[in-house]
């Protein structure tokens, strides 16, 4: 009998180095694994590239412009929401209240 617990693994991984002109450039990302008795999903996202050039490795860091605005746009989203649903409720504890 298989267990219905997920599985859930966090891996930082290292792609394939690239020869360039100025030295050695290595993609660097992480994945979220998580697996189910019937599937699961895998989440991919780039997180840094590491430069080497004359024995020196320098991290650089990737950052998503994209899922930024989309985080900030779902805080504003949230925000205008539960303002909304407070006006409502004001309105209607006054119209209640008969006020």
């Known amino acids: 009998m298989s267990s219905w617990i997920p ?42 590239v590491e430069l080497e050039q004359g024995g020196q ?10 899922k930024i605005a989309i985080l900030v746009m779902a805080g504003i989203g949230l925000i205008v929401s539960v303002g909304a649903l407070l006006s409502a409720f004001s309105h209607l504890s006054k119209s209640v209240s008969g006020g």
């Open 7 to 48: 599985s859930v693994q966090w891996r930082t991984t290292a792609g394939r180095p690239t020869n360039t002109a100025s030295g050695n450039v290595t993609p660097i990302s992480w994945a979220l694994l998580v697996r189910f008795p019937f599937g699961g999903f895998v989440w991919n996202q780039p997180i840094a």
């Open 57 to 66: 490795v320098q991290r650089v860091p990737i950052v998503d412009i994209t």
